[in-house]
């Protein structure tokens, strides 16, 4: 009966942490495949009255749950790897072994490592950056030009970190061992997806907005 709350406590987190972790990386693409090539078509004047009502909303569905996809995830981090029903806290069997620690802990260090930085500068670089641009933009005052510049460079990090983090996240329950040719095969496939999107973001989904006939 106490396993089964406390396994069903396990499936509500996560499912609250792929709930959340789906909006926060939604907005991440959306910022990255869409925004980017979209303010690069927009006047300064029609910036103030789009960017604030536009981004200021998905900036709040951005960070915050990507706050919920933290918390929610080291939860069960602590949950699964750090405390056994009837033990109590200390690393569990799926942590380590006799033989050293798992390979399913592994997989999960790698993709927490990479959740965790994204985490960091989501709340400690782009929104401190963005909450200052779209600000002075809303007021008609010059913008930093350093902000956008890193707040762009910072954005694009965390795009490509989301490929290999995913392969962190997934790779624990759906996989199996970890060796490092897997883990770099893992690594490479998520940039180059990242890649692959970003390299059509400046034109993809524009045939409606820039006909066959207005192209030069
Ligand atoms: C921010 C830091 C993050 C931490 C600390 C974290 C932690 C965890 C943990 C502990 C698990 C369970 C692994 C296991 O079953 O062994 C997990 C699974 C998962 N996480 Fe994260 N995570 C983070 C970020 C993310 C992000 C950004 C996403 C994006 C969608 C994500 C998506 C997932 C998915 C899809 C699973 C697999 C669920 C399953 O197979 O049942 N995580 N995460």
Do not use: C, E
Request: no cysteine.
């Amino acid at each position: 009966m106490l396993t089964d709350v406390y396994t069903s406590l396990q499936l509500l987190l996560r499912w609250i942490h792929v709930f959340a972790g789906i909006i926060w990386v939604g907005h991440l693409y959306f910022f990255n495949f869409v925004n980017v090539p979209f303010q690069a078509v927009l006047s300064a004047d029609m910036k103030k009255v789009v960017n604030p009502q536009l981004l200021g909303r998905a900036f709040w569905w951005f960070r915050w749950t990507a706050m919920v996809t933290f918390i929610a995830g080291f939860l069960l981090f602590t949950m699964l790897y750090m405390y056994t029903p009837g033990v109590g806290f200390g690393p569990s069997d799926l942590w380590r072994t006799a033989d050293g620690m798992t390979g399913r802990a592994m997989w999960i260090s790698l993709g927490m490592l990479l959740g965790f930085g994204m985490w960091a500068n989501v709340w400690f670089v782009i929104w401190p950056a963005q909450k200052k641009i779209l600000t002075a933009v809303r007021d008609g005052q010059p913008v930093d030009p350093a902000l956008p510049k890193r707040a762009l460079k910072v954005s694009r990090a965390n795009a490509y970190l989301s490929g290999p983090m995913l392969f962190g996240m997934l790779a624990p329950n759906h996989f199996g061992g970890f060796d490092i040719v897997s883990a770099i095969v893992a690594i490479a496939l998520g940039l180059v997806a990242i890649w692959w999107a970003i390299g059509q973001s400046s034109s993809a989904g524009t045939d409606i907005a820039t006909p066959p006939s207005a192209k030069t």
